[in-house]
Structures are given as C-alpha cells and as structure tokens.
C-alpha cells in the first residue's frame, strides 16, 4: 500500500473552488433512466444478499443482450469490481500485465495490488489499437500472463476495429495470455456503433457497467462475459471481497437492460446534444477549434499549450484561476503528460461557461 493515495483527478477536485465547472470526472450528468427510478423504488420488499453470482434474471438478460450464455456472464460490483476480482484470481508476484499508455488510470495499481507490474503499450495515432505496437510490447514481456485492452478509451475516445481485435486476440490466444476488453462505454457514441471484441473473436473477457450509457454510475453494478473456466476463480474472489453486488441496485441494473432499446438512444441523445454544446463553444472561442469527433466515449484529450510541460501544474491552474476541473494527462500514464482529459459528459450550459473560461489559458 506505500506510495497508494488519491488518484490526481478525485485530488484536485477534493481542492476545487465553489463554483467550478466540473470537467473532470467521466460520469454522465443525465438522471437515472425512469426504468432504473421505478425498479430502486420497488426493491424495498427484498433486500436479502441474493446469490453471488449476481441475480439469475439478471444474467439471463445480460446473456441475451450480448447472444451470450448465463454460465458466461459474471455480474460484479461494479466493472472496476470485475476488473480486480480477474487480477487477483490470475495475476501474482512476478506476472506482467499489458496495460495502455495513456489508459485508465485503474489498470497499474490494480496490478500493483495483484503484485503483479504493469507493462505499458503504446497507442497508435490518435489514441487506438495498434496491433504492431501492442505486439512489439508483448514481444519483451515474457512474463506477461494477462492484457487489457480499452475501446472506446479513456482518455483518448479512441476506438478499435475489427481486425485490429482479432489481431490483437489472436497475439494473447497464441501465448495463453489473458486478454480482458474494457467495453464501458461501448454503447455511447455518435457515429458508428464502435466495434467489441466479442465481434471479431471468442478469445478474451468483455467488460461493461451500468454505469456509462445505462446513466447510473451510482448503482455500481458491472459485468464480465467470456470463458466460464477464467470466470471461475475471480467470482469466487468477488464472493469473498463483496458477497455480492447490492440487490437493489441489480434490480434496478436488470430494468436498465431490459430497457436498453428505449435506454440507450436517448443517452446517446444527451451525449449529441453535450456534443453540440461543447463543440459550438470550442469552434467560437477555443484557439485550434474542436478537435474530431471521439469514436465514443465522452471524452477529448487535448495537447497542452505551447510552453506547457506539466499537465498536473496546468489543471491546478486552470482548476484555481479559471474555476474549471480538468483532469491532467499524466494520471493516465506517460503518454498522457503532454494532454489534459476533458470530459463533455457535464451539462450542456457547463460545458459553455467551462469552455469560456478556460479558452484565455490556451491563448497564453
């Protein structure tokens, strides 16, 4: 545990002046879809643990959503529960893990706390999946036992296609390397759908939330699909550290995707319009304009101005003099020091006033 403490973006909002323009935290700023509202108001009427596998009806609906089978689905705390319950089932001292650079900043201290080491992988132009790159990684890791790979991703909004997964699927399966696919915010996006792993190959664990595009954040509730026989330890794992997911929250997770047809296009209707917002201020007011649209995600890593060289220093200012939370590159990993991490998931009027403020810190 030395050296753990806050992560830099919850640090510097834990600093943050009254008023400011919360920019930093990649959490949708939409209410809870009513699906959701009406499933936790009922819930009372049965608060027992449930098993801990998670609710079967809960399962089941997460097996049809993605054509999976029950016995294939891992319902967990949480995706970041899922994530460490797969670390400390497979993961040990002297085990390497494939982590991207810049990436989630999760990924290493969770290896960390597996004691296992966290090996980074470069991203390809513009922050996706790069099968030569995430090879040229695993070719000088020989004790690498698990991957991770994120798309749409954080920080980037980068997204990876089909062929670049079954490569890169292709990489773990010939070395018997664990590949885990982080998919949170696959159903949030405003071009085409992105691209899951579970599209381009069988190998590897798909994760999810309901914390993304399902709009509750809060309920804490996630998912990992894949082989039963890589499930099977890290549920036993999730059994010991949490007993279960809360079953209030899974009922209300199970009428999220059981509503997912109405659910998801009206996120992804808020996300367009935070979108528009964002990059009507951008294109007006903020030096260079607005950059591409991500391939999903809520999320621009912009590049530092000019004589920048600390992404920490620079949302520590823009945080005191220009009132705005942004969250600084190097949280992600090194190939983040040179970007700071907005994120569009605010609201709309926000995302104006943050924009505003922070355009005369670019100008400098």
Not at 12 to 20: D, L, Q, Y
Not at 54 to 67: Q, S, T, V
Not at 241 to 251: I, K, N, Y
Not at 301 to 306: D, G, K, T, V
């Given at each position: 545990m030395e050296g753990l403490g806050l992560s830099p973006i919850r640090a510097i909002m834990a600093g943050a002046p009254p008023g400011a323009i919360p920019l930093g935290l990649g959490e949708p700023s939409w209410d809870l879809p009513e699906a959701g509202r009406l499933a936790l108001a009922g819930a009372g009427r049965d608060?027992?643990?449930?098993?801990?596998?998670?609710?079967?009806?809960?399962?089941?609906?997460?097996?049809?959503?993605?054509?999976?089978?029950?016995?294939?689905?891992?319902?967990?705390?949480?995706?970041?529960?899922?994530?460490?319950?797969?670390?400390?089932?497979?993961?040990?001292?002297?085990?390497?893990?494939?982590?991207?650079?810049?990436?989630?900043?999760?990924?290493?201290?969770?290896?960390?706390?597996?004691?296992?080491?966290?090996?980074?992988?470069?991203?390809?132009?513009?922050?996706?999946?790069?099968?030569?790159?995430?090879?040229l990684a695993l070719s000088t890791s020989p004790n690498a036992r698990m991957a991770v790979i994120n798309h749409p991703a954080n920080p980037t909004g980068a997204g990876a296609d089909p062929a670049s997964l079954l490569a890169v699927a292709r990489l773990c399966e010939e070395r018997g390397i664990i590949l885990v696919s982080d998919e949170v915010y696959r159903e949030l996006y405003l071009g085409p759908r992105p691209a899951s792993l579970r599209d381009a190959s069988a190998y590897g664990i798909v994760l999810s939330s309901a914390s993304k595009a399902w709009g509750g954040p809060g309920l804490r509730v996630g998912w990992a699909l894949g082989e039963p026989e890589i499930l099977a330890p890290a549920r036993l794992v999730h059994n010991y550290a949490v007993t279960a997911a809360s079953r209030p929250a899974q009922e209300a997770a199970l009428a999220l995707i059981e509503d997912s047809p109405r659910v998801l296009p009206q996120a992804r209707a808020g996300l367009g319009r935070r979108w528009e917002s964002l990059s009507r201020a951008m294109e007006e007011d903020f030096p260079g304009g607005c950059p591409r649209l991500p391939a999903g995600a809520f999320y621009l890593l912009l590049p530092l101005p000019e004589r920048e060289t600390d992404s920490l220093a620079f949302c520590l200012r823009a945080r005191d003099e220009a009132g705005v939370i942004l969250a600084p590159g190097s949280a992600f990993g090194p190939g983040g020091e040179a970007a700071v991490r907005l994120s569009y998931a605010a609201r709309a009027a926000e995302l104006r006033e943050g924009i505003a403020r922070l355009a005369p810190l670019w100008r400098k």
């Amino acid at each position: 545990m030395e050296g753990l403490g806050l992560s830099p973006i919850r640090a510097i909002m834990a600093g943050a002046p009254p008023g400011a323009i919360p920019l930093g935290l990649g959490e949708p700023s939409w209410d809870l879809p009513e699906a959701g509202r009406l499933a936790l108001a009922g819930a009372g009427r049965d608060c027992s643990y449930g098993p801990n596998a998670g609710l079967e009806a809960l399962r089941k609906a997460l097996a049809d959503f993605y054509d999976a089978r029950p016995e294939e689905v891992m319902v967990a705390s949480g995706s970041q529960g899922a994530l460490y319950s797969l670390f400390q089932a497979w993961l040990g001292p002297g085990d390497e893990v494939l982590v991207p650079d810049p990436g989630f900043l999760s990924y290493p201290i969770l290896a960390r706390l597996a004691g296992a080491q966290a090996k980074a992988y470069a991203l390809g132009p513009g922050g996706g999946l790069d099968p030569g790159l995430f090879g040229l990684a695993l070719s000088t890791s020989p004790n690498a036992r698990m991957a991770v790979i994120n798309h749409p991703a954080n920080p980037t909004g980068a997204g990876a296609d089909p062929a670049s997964l079954l490569a890169v699927a292709r990489l773990c399966e010939e070395r018997g390397i664990i590949l885990v696919s982080d998919e949170v915010y696959r159903e949030l996006y405003l071009g085409p759908r992105p691209a899951s792993l579970r599209d381009a190959s069988a190998y590897g664990i798909v994760l999810s939330s309901a914390s993304k595009a399902w709009g509750g954040p809060g309920l804490r509730v996630g998912w990992a699909l894949g082989e039963p026989e890589i499930l099977a330890p890290a549920r036993l794992v999730h059994n010991y550290a949490v007993t279960a997911a809360s079953r209030p929250a899974q009922e209300a997770a199970l009428a999220l995707i059981e509503d997912s047809p109405r659910v998801l296009p009206q996120a992804r209707a808020g996300l367009g319009r935070r979108w528009e917002s964002l990059s009507r201020a951008m294109e007006e007011d903020f030096p260079g304009g607005c950059p591409r649209l991500p391939a999903g995600a809520f999320y621009l890593l912009l590049p530092l101005p000019e004589r920048e060289t600390d992404s920490l220093a620079f949302c520590l200012r823009a945080r005191d003099e220009a009132g705005v939370i942004l969250a600084p590159g190097s949280a992600f990993g090194p190939g983040g020091e040179a970007a700071v991490r907005l994120s569009y998931a605010a609201r709309a009027a926000e995302l104006r006033e943050g924009i505003a403020r922070l355009a005369p810190l670019w100008r400098k």
